[in-house]
């Protein structure tokens, strides 16, 4: 049965870091594209980073960037989310979801992504 599964998140006290794992099993994560999203209570999910199947390329949202950088090992089958410099505006539970195609114009909205794991919850809390 094919699944992706996060795993990394905890609590973490402001400017601490975690690194979150999203791990297919069933099929093979190389060929998609993915991403990170987050939500948390009572606000919308928004768009935290996406990676390329191609080249690698990636991609944030604006108030990730130079704080989180996504990453894959194909040789694990896993992305991986490292976030830094972490802020209490941070907590959500963080999910991945696959795009067979590529991380397109709009990706941060998350419409084009197909698979979704079930989340991983991140607080961040003095």
């Known amino acids: 049965q094919a699944r992706l599964v996060e795993s990394g998140g905890g609590l973490v006290q402001p400017g601490g870091s975690l690194r979150l794992s999203c791990t297919a099993s069933?099929?093979?994560?190389?060929?998609?594209?993915v991403g990170w999203f987050r939500q948390a209570p009572g606000k919308e999910r928004e768009g935290v980073a996406c990676?390329?199947?191609?080249?690698?390329?990636?991609y944030y949202g604006d108030s990730m960037k130079g704080r989180f950088t996504i990453s894959r090992d194909n040789t694990k089958n896993t992305v991986y989310l490292q976030m830094n410099n972490l802020t209490p505006e941070d907590t959500a539970i963080y999910y991945c979801?696959?795009?067979?195609?590529?991380?397109?114009?709009?990706?941060?909205?998350?419409?084009?992504?197909?698979?979704w794991g079930q989340g991983t919850q991140v607080t961040v809390s003095s």
């Open positions: 990676i390329m199947s191609s080249d690698g390329s990636t």
């Open positions: 979801a696959t795009d067979i195609l590529r991380c397109r114009r709009d990706w941060w909205g998350g419409s084009h992504f197909d698979s």
């Open positions: 069933g099929f093979t994560l190389q060929i998609y594209a």
